[in-house]
């Protein structure tokens, strides 16, 4: 059995494992409903208007930078397995790579993007 | 015993488990799926654990430093069943649903949680030759795979129809998303020096030159910030913070449900640890004392300072964090993967 086939069995029983473990609480709980009881907590007051605001852009562009990183570490990690191989072409070559990243991130710096607004 | 020395505990102790179910069963596949699942077992065994002690452990360490006595009731002097009484209580607590929330996302969140946070240790070398799945793309697959967690949170968040919880749910993202590019940035640079990534060859390298906290200092630390920040504790706990947000994207969760929240969190919490112990602190190596004692050494070190830095350091403001995040440890990350890359040269040139 591959090392492949072991991890999709210990993914099932992840999944189930919570499942299972729910039972026990189910079983042994108390059921006293009341309306009061379900009200989302805010401070012991009933709820002021609407949960579901509008979300906050600045938190889109944080994603929207952190999108950029993510994507290039794809191509990183296999340039730095085979790194020791490649010789000083693919040194330089990542330099370059990695300078325009900088570059887009201090572009990101000065437009303001990184700041907490 | 020498030879049990040779190739680490866990593996002699699988190896003639193994031998053993292969006379019982004298099927080649059905050992190996017998196999796997004993595997399991012992992973979530340890995950279980860890869980029972680090809820001990936790309360005593934050005593111990705010010069208090800590659980001291149940179960003589030292509290020890304390852990015992908190999961009896749990289990037999009320599972309340707010009102108005997304039923099906909900009830998901907690479950989905789960299974980022226990598969990450499928790829953990416990001892020499120890490792659930030793797969080619080690280091590559835990990262891809330990990322899944933002979104559980952010589902809890957003299903629970609580404003704390909208909050807390919106700063998990900015924040884990935030800390984890610097955080897989800190690794290239291991993984230039090993030239693999399955993570028993990262700490074999370590086992038989230096260290890699010696040669990668810069991204130990940065390591060790974004670590803290991944698993949410203080000073980084924005996400959950008590005192403001009562506990974020779980704040309507009870009973059981939280449980789950809290056992994700705990096997985070190792789970870093043993990940700063295989990538710096050289894994199982060791002089004398076998690899197994070597690695729980080493990580419930590393444990130990994480719950220090937690009731040590005050919570950090929000703008604080992110900046931290992108305007220090990141371009920290980069120049160390290039200083790293000319670094190598240089020592062959030498």
Redesign the interface.
Known sequence: MSEFGGLGIFFVVALIFPVMSLIPAFLLQPRQPSPQKRIPYECGVDTQGKTYVQYRAGYFLYALIFIVFDIETVFLYPWAVRFGALGLFALAEMFVFLAILALGLAYAWRKGALSWK | MNAMLENGVVATVAGVLREYLMLLFGNQ?LT??IM??I??GA??GVILSAAIVFTYAERKVCAFIQVRLGPNRVGGRFGLLQPFADMLK????????????DRVVWALS??LL??PS??AY?FFPFDKGAV????NVG??LLIAISSQAVLPFLMGGYA???????IGG?RT??QM??Y??PM??SL?GI??LT???KMSDIVAVQADNVWFVLLQPVAFVIFVITATAETNRTPFDLVEGESEI?AGAF??YS???W??FFLAEYANLLAVSILTTTFFLGGWSGPVLPGVVWFWLKALFMVFFFMWLRWTLPRTR??QM??LS??VL??LA?AN??CT??G??IYRWL
């Open positions: 596949f190996d799926l796997k699942f595997g399991i992973v979530i749990l289990m037999s607590k009320e599972d309340i649903i707010p009102a108005g929330c907690p479950m789960f299974v226990a598969l499928a659930f799945a030793d797969v280091v590559f629970s129809n609580s404003k704390y919880a909208m919106m993202v900015a998303l935030s984890e590019a897989v940035f290239l993984v230039m030239g693999s990534l009562v704040a309507e009973g059981m449900r449980a789950l929000i703008d992110l900046s992108w305007k990141l371009p980069l993967v290039m890359g000319i190598v040269y």
